[in-house]
């Protein structure tokens, strides 16, 4: 399998700032990542698919101005969220497939203050 | 891929098995079953997938019924720590490198003392 590690695994930032969220594949090389956010009580939303070299897709209705993604390693991507706002507080997860299923990143909890 | 229905919530006695149910009606000839499952604030968690055989593991069992518009997943001995969101996913083919996992709503799963 897998093993996908997310830093940090939470960040309070103040509103107007912008906050970078890494995550790792440890023993993976992963041109593809993706990228879910989570409110609370709702399900995972995918955001966009990170791509190794190249520009990230985006899901119909994410900002691609305001989710800033790199993904300039096999084993690295990012994600930042520029000039943050109170509605942005989110649950962040990033993923890696392959060997049959999906490994996830332990989640980044945003809190916009 | 095919949409799932799950119960929007369910409850189970420590000890008991956990018995999950998902309706896939609409599930083609190609489309796999998984089953993944996330405790609070983490990421979420592969169990297990089939595609018309029942399954076991260490985790859990799949059963997915004859004409496969349904399934079930099965906790046999649940406890405190099974208590988390599980996810019914049915996407075409096996999640290879790079395929995306489309969350739906999940049935929350509160196993009681």
């Known amino acids: 399998g897998a093993v996908v590690s997310q830093h940090p695994s939470r960040v309070i930032c103040k509103s107007g700032t912008s906050v970078k969220i890494e995550c790792r594949s440890l023993?993976?090389?992963?041109?593809?990542m993706f990228w879910y956010r989570q409110f609370p009580k709702q399900s995972l939303m995918l955001m966009a698919t990170?791509?190794?070299?190249?520009?990230?897709?985006?899901e119909q209705g994410v900002e691609k101005d305001k989710f800033l993604i790199n993904h300039a390693s096999l084993t690295l991507s990012t994600l930042t969220v520029t000039s943050a706002h109170p509605e942005d507080s989110s649950f962040y997860i990033c993923?890696?497939?392959?060997?049959?299923?999906?490994?996830f990143g332990q989640g980044t909890r945003l809190t916009v203050v | 891929d095919a949409k799932t229905t799950q119960p929007t919530s369910m409850d189970c006695a420590e000890g008991r098995a956990a018995n999950l149910p998902c309706n896939h009606s609409?599930?083609?000839?190609?489309?796999?079953v998984y089953w993944y499952r996330q405790i609070h604030s983490q990421g979420p968690q592969y169990i297990i997938h089939?595609?018309?055989n029942n399954e076991t593991n260490e985790m859990a069992s799949l059963i997915i019924t004859e004409d496969r518009k349904s399934s079930t997943l099965i906790l046999p001995h649940a406890t405190l720590r099974d208590t988390a969101v599980y996810y019914c996913?049915?996407?075409?083919?096996?999640?290879?490198?790079?395929?995306?996992?489309?969350f739906g709503a999940g049935t929350i799963l509160r196993v009681k003392s």
């Open positions: 993923s890696v497939t392959g060997f049959g299923e999906a490994f």
């Open positions: 023993d993976f090389q992963a041109t593809t």
């Open positions: 990170s791509n190794e070299g190249s520009k990230a897709t985006y």
């Open positions: 609409t599930i083609s000839g190609n489309e796999y």
């Open positions: 089939g595609l018309k």
């Open positions: 996913i049915v996407r075409a083919g096996i999640m290879e490198y790079g395929n995306k996992l489309v």
